[in-house]
């Protein structure tokens, strides 16, 4: 039985769920999506759609999601692709009101007022080439390794078993802000007005959009890599912002807070002497 099951990845009892625990799903997801439908709808279309195409494509086909895949398999066998291609990099939906949405819809959930945290961290997906928005060799952490890769940094909701992210920002090396790439990155959509920010700038930028807009959090974690910056961790300490973050292990710390300050100047005519310019 258990081989049988192995090879079948929509039967739910593989997952350890029984039958009746998904049987309303589709359902379910055919009202969420009702639910943010309006953030699709542009001026002159709308492309509701469309999200709807591409939402059924990343759920139900269990490899190869990419748009002309999405396009074969779940609307026309001819369409290739070009309409969700079209609604994904070119319509002028903005993402931004899909994620306070998002947030919004977390604000208003009973149950989720108290405990809730961020979590910071960053995501990697490997890249056959370079013509994707943001594609360059780089450290890849589900490769462990550095290869051609697309890198987004994220921060999500948590509380007991909901997790859901809330916001994300791509990362771009500051190769692609060379005079040389300036029309590579209008080819792919990078705003103009976008400038170089490392990761720990970028996560930074999230929690403060994120505060904002009123998303109430307890506190934020994340690994090393934001928690090694002075910088970050004084930022979220000035704000007035909880955070547990990883260290090194060989980083050194005070095992009692010391006293900063300027000396105070000599008081002696000797000892002011010393200090007086030569000729």
Not at 121 to 134: C, F, L, Q, R, T
Request: net charge positive.
């Amino acid at each position: 039985m258990q081989t049988k099951l192995s090879g079948d990845i929509y039967n739910a009892e593989r997952w350890g769920l029984p039958a009746k625990a998904v049987a309303g799903l589709g359902a379910r997801l055919r009202y969420q999506w009702e639910q943010y439908r309006g953030c699709f709808k542009t001026k002159t279309r709308d492309g509701a759609k469309h999200a709807w195409t591409y939402l059924r494509g990343l759920l139900g086909m269990p490899k190869k999601r990419n748009y002309a895949n999405i396009a074969r398999q779940v609307v026309d066998p001819e369409g290739y692709g070009q309409d969700i291609q079209q609604f994904m990099s070119d319509s002028p939906w903005e993402a931004q009101a899909v994620i306070q949405k998002v947030q919004q819809e977390i604000g208003e959930t009973e149950g989720l007022q108290k405990g809730r945290m961020l979590l910071l961290d960053e995501s990697a997906n490997e890249k056959a080439g370079d013509k994707s928005a943001g594609a360059g060799r780089q450290y890849n952490g589900r490769l462990g390794k550095i290869e051609m890769s697309q890198e987004g940094v994220f921060l999500a909701f948590y509380k007991d078993v909901v997790w859901t992210w809330v916001d994300g920002e791509l990362f771009l090396q500051k190769s692609w802000f060379t005079p040389e790439m300036a029309s590579e990155r209008k080819r792919v959509g990078v705003p103009a007005e976008r400038g170089f920010a490392t990761k720990i700038e970028l996560g930074w930028r999230m929690i403060q959009r994120v505060k904002a807009h009123g998303l109430p959090f307890k506190g934020v974690a994340c690994d090393d890599l934001y928690g090694r910056s002075g910088w970050f961790r004084h930022v979220l300490d000035q704000a007035d912002i909880l955070y547990m973050a990883e260290v090194p292990e060989d980083t050194q710390v005070y095992l009692s807070r010391p006293d900063f300050g300027v000396p105070a100047p000599p008081q002696g005519k000797r000892d002011a002497g010393l200090l007086a310019p030569k000729y």
